[in-house]
T-cell receptor, first 113, second 116 residues
Framework: GNSVTQMEGPVTLSEEAFLTINCTYTATGYPSLFWYVQYPGEGLQLLLKATKADDKGSNKGFEATYRKETTSFHLEKGSVQVSDSAVYFCALRPGAGSYQLTFGKGTKLSVIP | ETGVTQSPTHLIKTRGQQVTLRCSSQSGHNTVSWYQQALGQGPQFIFQYYREEENGRGNFPPRFSGLQFPNYSSELNVNALELDDSALYLC???????????????FGEGSRLTVL
């Protein structure tokens, strides 16, 4: 079946530090990959996505590249801010004909001034 | 543009009771899905509705059921509540099927259910 594994948290970083949150997946076919973010007191919202191998998704300074050879979609940001403190979820959609998302367990990020 | 709204935000039930959770989808969205998020876990897909019919279901028992109404709002019903049903229940809407389906879901803030 489909599954997503992401690094355990919580992760605590100082402001302006480099962020990497690892995500690997198992899926048949050609899934689409997503990062969702959940800020405190808010609903989940899409951060970025990639729909095919070697695509790079980017938004708000965050980036992730769809690596089919390593079945990975690691999230990176060069310089985090306090406002980036949130829970980050990696997710996959199995194919264009499917509407179900499979999520990882989430990684809580805390950025301290 | 009104986002996805859910009600109630919090509720407490006892084992064996039944619960109904409600969701209004974002304007223009005709597909609604429900997810269960246990504490410390990622959301798990329960089912999805499109044009008032269920068109996808995750690994949840039949006591989890739903409805979608002509205005695309939706309900999640859970019968015979168990302690393990305690979770945050998330509703998500999306703008359509086929080429309109980009895979992005728009989530509400959830209904937190506690079963005692």
């Amino acid at each position: 079946g489909n599954s997503v594994t992401q690094m355990e948290g919580p992760v605590t970083l100082s402001e302006e530090a480099f962020l990497t949150i690892n995500c690997t997946y198992t899926a048949t076919g050609y899934p689409s990959l997503f990062w969702y973010v959940q800020y405190p007191g808010e609903g989940l919202q899409l951060l970025l996505k990639a729909t095919k191998a070697d695509d790079k998704g980017s938004n708000k300074g965050f980036e992730a590249t769809y690596r089919k050879e390593t079945t990975s979609f690691h999230l990176e940001k060069g310089s985090v801010q306090v406002s980036d403190s949130a829970v980050y979820f990696c997710a996959l959609r199995p194919g264009a004909g499917s509407y179900q998302l499979t999520f990882g367990k989430g990684t809580k990020l805390s950025v301290i001034p | 543009e009104t986002g996805v709204t859910q009600s109630p935000t919090h509720l407490i039930k006892t084992r064996g009771q039944q619960v109904t959770l409600r969701c209004s989808s974002q304007s223009g969205h005709n597909t609604v899905s429900w997810y269960q998020q246990a504490l410390g876990q990622g959301p798990q897909f329960i089912f999805q509705y499109y044009r008032e019919e269920e068109n996808g279901r995750g690994n949840f028992p039949p006591r989890f059921s739903g409805l979608q109404f002509p205005n695309y709002s939706s309900e999640l019903n859970v019968n015979a509540l168990e302690l393990d049903d305690s979770a945050l229940y998330l509703c998500a809407s999306s703008p359509g099927q086929g080429i309109l389906n980009t895979g992005e879901l728009f989530f509400g803030e959830g209904s937190r259910l506690t079963v005692l």
